[in-house]
């Protein structure tokens, strides 16, 4: 079930001004994989969603949805939202307040005209697979926030679509049951090897959750990758510096060996991960604070790119310590372990592997 | 899911018939020498109208009256507020009532049952109080600025609770806490902290109770009247129906400046209500007011609500239950209960005009109201779901009319309908009515729309739902209860219609409400009383179906 995307556009106008939401994007979106919209809210990653599924119509471009053009500007094509064959999971949930679980689960199918028998069958496992057995009669507004989640899910699979699409629905949950939702989800859809679209904003559910992520920003798709490659190997500024936090520095580039870049910073050299960036150029080198290892008592650093500097600040957060080091006029963002016995002021030494520095363009 | 502009222009064309027509047609009216000499310019009518020495004292009666009951009404409604909301006060389940008791008793039996008690001639009350302290003269005369006064703020205490009460509900008791924190007793916090902060919410039912009372007829025609205490709306109705040169040129000058007033009283009003909401700083998670216990206080303040309970709901009903069964005013004695008898209820059901009126009331009221709502509904569906320009328009337009005082729009209509061939037909009623009170149809129902979340209707569509099905499997039934109190609202409004119905009524499409003023002008209490009661058992069934039908529809 490949969802194609052909030069989607889609403009808003709003006080007289233009609005890209979507700026020509092209993507494919592969079957049976969670693919994620990452990106900060107004970068367009619902428009698409809502594109896809046909609640809203593009522009221009063409959207193929298994084969079958859905929309096609040239072609003059529009297959109507409910005609399409998707699913979706809203992020308000779009329970129906006057219907009961039942009702609301067994819509898609009391919609296709099916047996009631069937319906009632098929209802009771889709309940029993997203764990609210025996909520069929209970009022769809008198549950909670998780199972009124946990009901929309249901909703969405019960007839089995082509793709479900998801659109931040873990927004409205605490963080806590957030987190449990998210297991479950991935648990949820991996077992059925759905195509499932997925939008949010949280890097972290987008981590955890996707099997490929696209980066969007300003109606543009960034990059795309599996959630290793977008942390540790982002190739934009952008992507690094949303994905988790990063320090980012200016660098210019001084030699190129056969598998490490060389560049000048403030602070000195780094030897950093090949890119093909030409001598003398200017770049960003990107290093997670989570990476730069901090040398603790009498142990001896080893490795390269080593550098000394003074410890500014300290913060316990529990799991670990955030610091703050100043090297020259340069201050590195650190994350230190919980049981350290550094403190503010100290002068330490410390490393990054090669690995760990990323150049990115300016 | 882009609806043709088409319907908005439409429904702009009709709202705008329905409140600009009236207006521009009094505004041409004031310029003109009479119904029948429309169009030809002169400012004689504002001249007449504004240089009449009796004028002044109108004017100055209108701004005592209209100001003294508003203060009634607002410091009621925020003493019950704040005892409902804020303190540990038992039977809140009254509260409820109170907020619904305009709908049930139509504001002239209220005022002609205070005139039944407190009249100087023969009131009750007065008769009781004589006997009592064996007086030569009546004690209390209701006809006067301050009765008028007393009984029009409790007329309109109910509007003013229903704008102050929320506001008091969504108060953050965080704002008080910490004034606590910092030192403040609990008399420092109220008028430091709760009243300035609740102060938009205050003023702004302070000024909807200003327009109400400008607007009112019930109480300065069936109280002020008799006691020659002459208000803008009795002057307008004197006008144009007392003697033989009745003048609706000067009537439609008169009524120009009280337009005026009322409509910027009405932006005024709108203005402060967003501003309330926006001193709302509620948090949704695990909000619970502090109560406040009253301990001593308590059974006195009880007595106290009970009382306005009682003089609110059950006096005036008794009164006319009693006034529709004795012969003549009497004091409530063994003798006058052995008198009793059923031929005022005989007198009326065997008067052909108070049936007419009845069946004429029906028809406006059920009919009528269907009308209205089915207006209101494509209304209110165009004003919060296509939200465009044109829209914004329709909004403005649809609630310009409640601003409108009755009687003034009234005469507008009366300088259009003169020159249709539906002048003087119960059709121009219902155009009236319907354009007067269609703010009260479409907010019940904007609101049902408000809450039909854009993501109910989609995640229907992309279940595979055709729009029709949508429409009838999600939509109507999250409708239905907007839909019912809409049209109860309206109807109840109609049954009880007087301000417009005394201009624009003639021999033939009388209703009940001016049959009403009729009795009481001739001193007919007892039919009247009958008639009353008749138009109250009416109009309390139609709330009690509502909220029987409400309950359904929540329940499920």
Sequence with gaps: MEIQIKDVSKHYYSEGKTIKALDNVSLTIPGKKIFTLLGPSGCGKTTLLRCIVGLEIPDAGEIIIDDEVVWSSKKGINVPVEKRGLAMVFQTYAIWPHMDVFNNVAYPLQIQKLPREEIRKRVEKTLKFVKLEGFEHRPATNISGGQQQRVALARALIAEPKVILFDEPLSNLDAKLREETRKDLRIFLSELKITAVYVTHDQIEALALSDIIAVMHSGKIIEIGSPRKIYFDASHRFVADFIGRANLIKAVVKSQQDDRTVVDTQMGSFICQKRDFPEGSEVVLCIRPEFIYLKEDKKEIVGQNILKGTIETLVFIGEAYEGEIKVGDEILMVKIKPETLLKKGDVVEFNVSPEHCLLVSV | ?????????????????????????????????????????????????????????????????????????????????????????????????????????????????????????????????????????????????????????????????????????????????????????????????????????????????????????????????????????????????????????????????????????????????????????????????????????????????????????????????????????????????????????????????????????????????????????????????????????????????????????????????????????????????????????????????VQIHKHLEESSMVCGAKPLTTMWRIIVPLLIPGIVSSWVLMSTMFLRELTLSVVLSRPGTEVLAVQILRFANDGLWGRLSALGIIMIVLSTTLVALVNFIGARFTNK
């Design chain 2, 1 to 449: 899911m882009k609806k043709t502009p088409k319907l908005t222009i439409v429904l702009i064309l009709i709202v705008g018939f329905l409140t600009v027509s009236p207006v521009i047609m009094l505004i041409f009216g004031s310029f003109s020498e009479g119904l029948s000499a429309f169009g030809s310019f002169t400012l004689e009518k504002y001249i007449s109208a504004y240089t009449d020495p009796a004028f002044s004292k109108i004017i100055i009666n209108t701004i005592i009256f209209v100001v003294g009951a508003a203060l009634v009404a607002t410091v009621l409604a925020l003493f019950l507020a704040y005892l409902n909301n804020r303190t540990d006060i038992p039977c809140k389940f009254l509260f409820k009532i109170i907020s619904i008791t305009p709908m049930m008793i139509p504001h002239i039996l209220f005022s002609v049952s205070w005139v039944l008690l407190l009249n100087p001639s023969n009131g009750i009350l007065n008769l009781i109080l004589k006997q009592l302290f064996s007086l030569e003269s009546s004690p209390l005369n209701i006809y006067s600025l301050w009765g008028m006064m007393l009984v029009e703020g409790l007329l309109d205490m109910p509007i003013a609770y229903l704008i102050i009460a929320p506001a008091m509900a969504s108060f953050d008791v965080n704002l008080e806490e910490s004034s606590r924190v910092f030192g403040a007793n609990s008399g420092q916090t109220l008028f430091r902290i709760t009243l300035p902060v609740l102060k938009p919410a205050i003023l702004a039912s302070f000024i909807l109770c200003i327009v109400r009372c400008m607007a009112s007829f019930a109480v300065p025609s069936v109280i002020g009247m008799p006691g020659r205490i002459y208000v803008l709306s009795t002057h307008i109705y004197r006008t144009i129906s007392i003697g033989f040169a009745v003048d609706y040129g000067k009537a439609a000058a008169i009524g120009m400046s009280v337009l005026v007033i009322s409509v910027t009283l009405i932006y005024i009003y709108r203005y402060m209500t967003s501003a309330s909401e926006k001193y709302v700083t509620i948090s949704s998670r695990g909000y619970r007011p502090t109560v406040i216990e009253l301990k001593k206080a308590k059974i006195p303040l009880f007595v106290i609500l009970g009382i306005l309970m009682f003089v609110l709901i059950v006096l005036p009903v008794l009164v006319l239950i009693y006034t529709s069964l004795t012969p003549y005013a009497m004091v409530p004695s063994s003798r006058a209960f052995s008198m009793m008898n059923l031929n005022h209820w005989s007198d009326v059901i065997s008067d052909p005009i108070s049936l007419l009126s009845l069946k004429n009331s029906l028809f406006l009221g059920i009919f009528g109201a269907t009308l209205g709502v089915v207006l209101s509904i494509f209304v209110a569906y165009t004003i919060v779901k296509i939200r465009t320009k044109a829209s914004g328009l329709l909004e403005s337009l649809s609630f310009l009319s409640f601003s409108f005082p009755g009687i003034v729009i009234g005469v507008g209509f009366m300088w259009f309908f003169v020159r249709t061939p539906i002048y003087a037909t119960i059709w121009a009623l219902l155009i009236g009515y319907i354009a007067t009170y269609l703010p009260y149809g479409i907010r019940p129902l904007s609101s049902a729309f």
